[in-house]
């Protein structure tokens, strides 16, 4: 796993439960958890830096028996996933075709140096989509760039702003987005949502929810049966009146120009992979 960079940024002040902003308690939690996981064979060094272990504490409220069957889960999991294979050997040929029918990227940074997220679930085409690719690959697909998030993008972003970068600022655009669609792939985003919650937890720092059409307020209570309220606090649902709000957040020249910014990257902004996990 990538380390993170020295704080050169004078002026960042951690979130609380994070390394440089624990509690007395907090600090001898996690202490507590890498000897427990030591002591019982469990501890894999490349990817259980403290960073990585205070996530899943914060996932449980620092309550250490349900963090440690957080993280034993997670790595059953990544057994039975075959992530490491993922990591090493995946290859998604049907990118290009992909995004036509599912736009899902990341691009550049916010205000706050995270990684910005975009899907538009609004240009959902599912016959075209799977007439290109499954459900499978999708979430393998997934699974490898959350693995790219934590161990490039993150440190590129932390390098760049000068301080530690542990979650993104997703941007969810539903304008035009079918209900029926929806409902077609509703297996695929539980599976997602899953796979997220539980093996990748505390990676979203904010969400805007833009074009949220009428009705969005029923798929929403659905969606949130999967999320957690922490999660849920996160998430922020707006009409077509997002752009000031998006503008507040992302600076214009990171923004992609069709949610008001002025990015307009020459090979599309969904296929630039533009950011400074890039640059280096």
């Not at 599912?126 to 697909?141: D, G, I, P, W």
């Not at 949220?212 to 707006?238: C, H, Q, R, Y």
């Given at each position: 796993m990538a380390t993170q960079p020295q704080t050169t940024d004078t002026c960042y002040q951690p979130p609380p439960g994070r390394l440089g902003n624990l509690t007395p308690t907090q600090q001898q939690t996690l202490q507590k958890f890498k000897e427990e996981l030591e002591a019982e064979g469990h501890f894999v060094p490349e990817r259980m830096d403290d960073a990585t272990l205070l996530r899943f504490l914060r996932a449980r409220k620092f309550d250490l028996a349900k963090a440690k069957a957080m993280i034993l889960a997670t790595e059953q999991w990544r057994k039975d996933f075959g992530v490491d294979n993922i990591v090493q050997t995946f290859d998604f040929k049907e990118a290009a075709e992909v995004d036509k029918y599912y736009p899902q990227y990341y691009h550049k940074m916010d205000k706050d140096g995270r990684p910005v997220y975009v899907e538009r679930l609004g240009l959902l085409d599912?016959?075209?989509?799977?007439?290109?690719?499954?459900?499978?690959?999708?979430?393998?697909?997934l699974v490898y760039e959350y693995e790219r998030f934590i161990s490039e993008r993150l440190p590129a972003c932390a390098r760049a702003v000068g301080h530690s970068v542990e979650t993104c600022c997703s941007i969810l655009d539903l304008s035009g987005v079918s209900i029926i669609d929806f409902w077609r792939?509703?297996?695929?985003?539980?599976?997602?949502?899953?796979?997220?919650?539980?093996?990748?937890?505390?990676?979203?720092?904010?969400?805007?929810?833009?074009?949220?059409?009428?009705?969005?307020?029923?798929?929403?209570?659905?969606?949130?049966?999967?999320?957690?309220?922490?999660?849920?606090?996160?998430?922020?649902?707006?009409?077509s009146n997002y752009k000031e709000t998006l503008l507040a957040q992302i600076p214009a020249e990171n923004l992609p120009k069709?949610?008001?910014?002025?990015?307009?990257?020459?090979?599309?902004?969904?296929?630039?992979?533009?950011?400074?996990?890039?640059?280096?």
């Open positions: 599912v016959k075209a989509l799977y007439a290109v690719t499954t459900k499978e690959r999708q979430l393998q697909r792939v509703k297996d695929y985003i539980n599976a997602a949502a899953d796979i997220y919650q539980n093996h990748y937890p505390e990676c979203m720092g904010k969400m805007y929810v833009i074009n949220a059409p009428w009705g969005f307020a029923s798929i929403f209570n659905f969606v949130k049966k999967w999320l957690d309220e922490v999660t849920v606090a996160k998430i922020t649902v707006m009409g069709e949610f008001g910014g002025s990015c307009n990257c020459v090979e599309g902004c969904s296929l630039s992979d533009a950011g400074p996990w890039k640059e280096t």
